[in-house]
C-alpha cells in the first residue's frame, strides 16, 4: 500500500509546480505544428534544437516556443508519434521573433528514428552508417513488458534465455553468441560489470527507458570490451514536458502464482526549457512458481524496488550539464522450502542486492553547434549478499562487493569539407575501473579483481551525394593484458534515394580475461570449493564481423512498407575455456582459464514492417544462422576415459524470430497480439536426476500473447486506461523439467514464463 501511497503524492505535489516559471524575454522562436493537409493540431509533439541539447513540447494547440536564444542559425527537428519526422533551418536576430510553421506528415511506423549507438553522435537512423534497431515504449506497451528482459526478445537476431530454475538468470543472446558477449550500455556509458550484468536484464524496469538500441555485430571500436556479439544501448527517459503516469497489474502464472506490479512517472520542464527532471519509481513482488508440483520452483521469488531520475540544467543554450541517479533494491530466492532459512532448505540460491548507479556530463557546444565538447563520468556499485547451497550446507553464505567506474571526453566537429567531402570528426578517450571483492568464507575463496582499462578512440565520417563512408578505430590498454589492443571499423552507406539504404560494414570487438565468473555459484550449489586462475599469456577474445544489408521504405497506396535485409559472419579467435588443473591445500578444485579454438557465426536477419495508419500496425522479425567451434570442444570433462564434445554451440537454434500486431479500431479501444519462435537446440543436461550426462536435443516453441486496452477521457487533461490479456496462451513451456533437489537446474530452456493472465490499469496525462 505504500508504495501507491508514495506515487499519488508525488504525482499530484509535482502536478500542483508546473506553473511556477515566468516567461522570460530575449530573442524567440515561436512555432506551431499541424497535421499537413488540415488545420488540426498537433500537441505534445517533440522539437529540438539539433546540436545545442535543447528542446520543447508542443502544448494542446501545437504551439511552441524558444526563449533568450543567441542570434544565429539553428536546426529544428519535430518529432510526433504517428508522423514522419521534419527538419527546418531557421534564423534568429535581436530585431525581430522567427515564426516558423511545420506540418506533419502521417506515417504508422517509425524509420527514421534520431539514434546514438552507430557512431556516438545523434543522426538519423536512415543516416546512420550502421544497422541501428530501435525497440521504444510503444513496443513495451504492446507486450505487455515490465523489465528489459521481457522486450529484448522482439528484435530479430537477439534471444533471451532463462539459465537457471534456481536463480532465474536471464541472458540475451545476439546472433547466437552468449550473454557474456553482449556489451549493454546506459546511456552509451559501459557501467554494467559482470556482476550487475547476471541479474541486470531484469533489474531495469521499462518506465525508466525512452528507447533501445540494439547494434549486432563487434563495436569495441566505439564502446570498448565486451562488445563482440553486438550492443545494446538503453537510453534513459529525458525530461522533454510536464507530464505523469501511474501504472499496476497484477498476474496469475497458471493459477499457481501471483505477481503485483506497480510503477510511476513524472516528468517537470521549466517554461523556458532551462532545466527539467524526469524521475520514475517501481515495486515488483512475484510469488515462486512451481511448474511440476515437485515443491522446487522453476521462476524464483522476486522482490524488487526501483527508483531513479535524470535531470538537466542548461546555463546557456550553448552547454548543459546532465545528472542521473538510479538505486534497486532486490531480493530474490529459488530452490524449496521457502519459509525456512536458505541453509534449512534442499536446495536454495538466494541474492539480496542493493545496486546504485548514476552519472554526470557536461555538453558545450560552439560554432553555431559545429563543434561539440563533452565531458562525463558515470559509476555503479553493487552489494550483494548471497546463497548458493544445497542439503543445508553452512558454508554456502557469501558476500560481494563491485565498484564499476567510466570518466572520460568526447570532441566532435563537423567541418565543411575534408579532403573530398563534408566529414565530422569524433575523438575521445575513456579510462574504467572495475573493483570486486568476492568471498565465500566456507568455500575458502576470498577473491579481489581489479580491471583498469585505458582506451582512446578516432573516427571520420564522410558524407557525399549518395555515400557515405566512416573509418575509425580504438586503442585500448588493460592491466591483465600485456599488448596493446587495437579495434578498427570500417563502414559504408550507399542512399540513392531517400527510403532506400544499402550497407557494407566490417567491425571487431574484443573481451577481456577476468577471474571472476558468475559460473562459479554453479559449483557452489553442488557443494564444491572452486578457485580460478587466469593462465600465463593469456589473450583477450577477438572478434571480426562482416554485414551487409538492405534497408527499403515503400508505400504502397495507403499502406506502408519497410524491409530491412542482413546477412552476417562473425569470426571468433581465442575463445576462453575452463581446464580442471588440479586441488589446492583446502581440497578446492582449481580451474585455469585458457585460449581455446576459435568459433564462426553466420546467417540472416530479417525484418518486415507493414501498417494502414492505427488500423493495422504488423512487424515480423526471423533469424536463420549457424553457430560452430571450429573444432570439437569438450562439454563434459572425462569420466572413465570418456569426454563428451560437440562442434555445434549449445544453447543456440538454427531458426528464431518474432511478430507483433497492433490495431486501433476505435478511438478509445486497441489490442495486440504478439508472439516469438524458437527453434530446436541442443543443450547439455547433467546427470543428478538424471544417471548420466547427455546432450539434449529440445522442441520448438510457440510463444503468443494477446493484450486489450480500453482508454476512457476523465477530463481534458487526464485518461484512464483499463488492460488485460493473457502472455503464452498455448502454455508453451518446457515440459522435461528435472525434479526435486538434485536435479540439474541448468537444465531450463524455451519461454521464459507459463501461460500468464493479467489485468491492470494506468492513469496518465
Not at 511506423?109 to 515504449?137: G, H, K, L, Q
Not at 582449481?590 to 488500423?615: C, M, P, T
Request: include cysteine.
Amino acid at each position: 500500500m505504500k508504495h501507491y501511497i508514495f506515487m499519488f503524492v508525488l504525482t499530484f505535489v509535482c502536478i500542483n509546480l508546473l506553473a511556477v516559471n515566468p516567461i522570460k524575454e530575449g530573442n524567440i522562436i515561436s512555432g506551431h505544428v499541424l497535421v499537413k493537409g488540415t488545420d488540426e493540431n498537433i500537441p505534445f509533439a517533440t522539437v529540438q534544437l539539433v546540436g545545442h541539447g535543447g528542446g520543447a513540447v508542443t502544448n494542446e494547440q501545437g504551439q511552441f516556443e524558444f526563449q533568450k536564444l543567441p542570434a544565429g542559425d539553428y536546426m529544428l527537428r519535430v518529432q510526433a508519434m504517428g508522423y514522419q519526422t521534419q527538419e527546418k533551418r531557421v534564423t534568429v536576430s535581436k530585431a525581430f521573433a522567427t515564426v516558423v510553421h511545420f506540418r506533419m506528415v502521417e506515417e504508422a511506423f517509425t524509420t527514421d528514428e534520431v539514434v546514438v549507438s552507430a557512431n556516438r553522435n545523434e543522426v538519423s537512423r536512415r543516416e546512420a552508417p550502421v544497422v541501428v534497431n530501435v525497440m521504444s515504449s510503444k513496443l513495451f506497451e504492446a507486450v505487455n513488458s515490465t523489465d528489459l528482459a521481457k522486450s529484448l526478445n522482439f528484435q530479430s537476431g537477439l534471444r533471451v534465455e532463462n539459465n537457471c530454475q534456481n536463480c532465474g538468470f536471464p541472458q540475451v543472446r545476439i546472433n547466437g553468441l552468449e550473454g557474456a558477449y553482449s556489451q549493454i550500455l546506459i546511456n552509451s556509458r559501459p557501467i554494467i560489470s559482470a556482476l550487475s550484468g547476471v541479474y541486470g536484464l531484469e533489474q531495469i524496469p521499462v518506465n525508466m527507458v525512452e528507447r533501445i538500441e540494439v547494434v549486432r555485430g563487434g563495436g569495441s571500436a566505439l564502446f570498448g570490451a565486451n562488445a563482440v556479439g553486438g550492443t545494446i544501448n538503453i537510453i534513459t527517459k529525458d525530461p522533454i514536458s510536464n507530464s505523469f503516469q501511474v501504472a499496476s497489474s497484477l498476474s496469475s502464472m497458471n493459477g499457481k502464482s501471483w505477481e503485483q506490479y506497480m510503477g510511476g512517472n513524472v516528468s517537470l520542464v521549466s517554461k523556458d526549457n532551462s532545466y527539467g527532471i524526469a524521475l520514475y519509481e517501481t515495486y515488483r513482488n512475484r510469488n515462486p512458481y512451481d511448474a511440476d508440483g515437485d515443491g522446487f520452483s522453476e521462476l524464483g521469488k522476486l522482490n524488487m524496488n526501483t527508483f531513479g531520475f535524470r535531470a538537466y540544467y542548461r546555463p546557456t543554450y550553448s552547454s548543459r550539464i546532465n545528472v542521473e541517479y538510479h538505486t534497486t533494491n532486490e531480493f530474490r530466492r529459488g530452490g524449496n522450502k521457502f519459509d525456512l532459512q536458505p541453509h534449512e532448505s534442499d536446495i536454495t540460491e538466494q541474492t539480496k542486492h542493493i545496486i546504485n548507479s548514476g552519472g554526470l556530463s557536461y555538453d558545450r557546444y560552439w560554432n553555431e553547434a559545429k563543434r561539440k565538447i563533452s565531458i562525463y563520468g558515470s559509476m555503479q556499485h553493487t552489494d550483494r549478499n548471497s546463497y548458493y547451497g544445497a542439503q543445508k550446507n553452512l558454508n554456502a553464505y557469501g558476500k560481494t562487493d563491485d565498484l564499476t567506474w567510466v570518466a572520460g571526453a568526447m570532441y566532435v566537429g563537423n567541418m565543411d569539407r575534408f579532403f573530398f567531402a563534408p566529414a565530422t570528426f569524433t575523438a575521445g578517450f575513456e579510462y574504467q575501473n572495475n573493483s570486486l571483492h568476492d568471498v565465500m568464507a566456507g568455500y575458502h575463496r576470498d577473491m579481489k579483481q581489479d580491471v583498469r582499462i585505458a582506451g582512446a578512440f578516432v573516427q571520420n565520417e564522410w558524407r557525399m551525394h549518395k555515400f557515405t563512408t566512416l573509418i575509425g578505430a580504438r586503442l585500448d590498454k588493460h592491466n591483465l593484458i600485456k599488448n596493446l589492443i587495437v579495434s578498427p571499423r570500417i563502414n559504408f552507406l550507399y542512399k540513392p534515394v531517400d527510403h532506400l539504404q544499402a550497407r557494407l560494414t566490417y567491425s571487431t570487438g574484443f573481451r577481456a580475461p577476468q577471474a571472476y565468473d558468475e559460473d562459479l555459484h554453479v559449483t557452489a550449489v553442488g557443494g564444491e570449493g572452486i578457485q580460478i586462475r587466469l593462465a600465463d599469456g593469456l589473450r583477450e577474445e577477438r572478434s571480426n564481423s562482416f554485414s551487409s544489408s538492405v534497408d527499403w521504405t515503400l508505400p504502397i497506396g495507403h499502406w506502408q512498407t519497410n524491409l530491412l535485409v542482413e546477412g552476417f559472419y562473425t569470426d571468433l579467435r581465442h575463445v576462453f575455456a575452463l581446464t580442471d588443473i588440479g586441488e589446492d591445500e583446502n581440497g578446492d578444485m582449481i580451474k585455469e582459464r585458457r585460449n581455446a579454438n576459435g568459433a564462426r557465426v553466420y546467417g540472416v536477419n530479417l525484418d518486415a514492417k507493414l501498417a494502414h495508419g492505427r488500423e493495422a500496425q504488423f512487424q515480423l522479425g526471423f533469424t536463420a544462422q549457424r553457430s560452430q567451434y571450429t573444432q570439437e570442444v569438450v562439454w563434459r570433462e572425462e569420466i572413465d576415459g570418456v569426454a563428451l564434445s560437440t562442434k555445434r554451440m549449445p544453447r543456440t537454434p538454427d531458426y528464431y524470430g518474432y511478430f507483433t500486431f497492433t490495431s486501433a479500431p476505435t478511438k478509445h479501444f486497441d489490442f495486440s497480439l504478439s508472439g516469438t519462435y524458437t527453434g530446436k537446440m541442443i543443450v547439455p543436461h547433467m546427470a543428478g536426476y538424471i544417471k548420466e550426462d547427455r546432450m539434449e536435443s529440445t522442441p520448438q516453441f510457440y510463444d503468443l500473447n494477446l493484450k486489450l486496452n480500453y482508454t476512457f477521457l476523465l477530463n481534458h487533461h487526464l485518461k484512464l486506461q483499463l488492460n488485460g490479456g493473457v502472455q503464452n496462451i498455448f502454455n508453451s513451456f518446457q515440459k522435461d523439467l528435472d525434479k526435486g533437489e538434485f536435479r540439474d537446474s541448468g537444465y531450463f530452456y524455451g519461454p521464459t514464463q507459463p501461460r500468464t493472465i493479467f489485468i491492470g490499469f494506468k492513469i496518465m496525462n
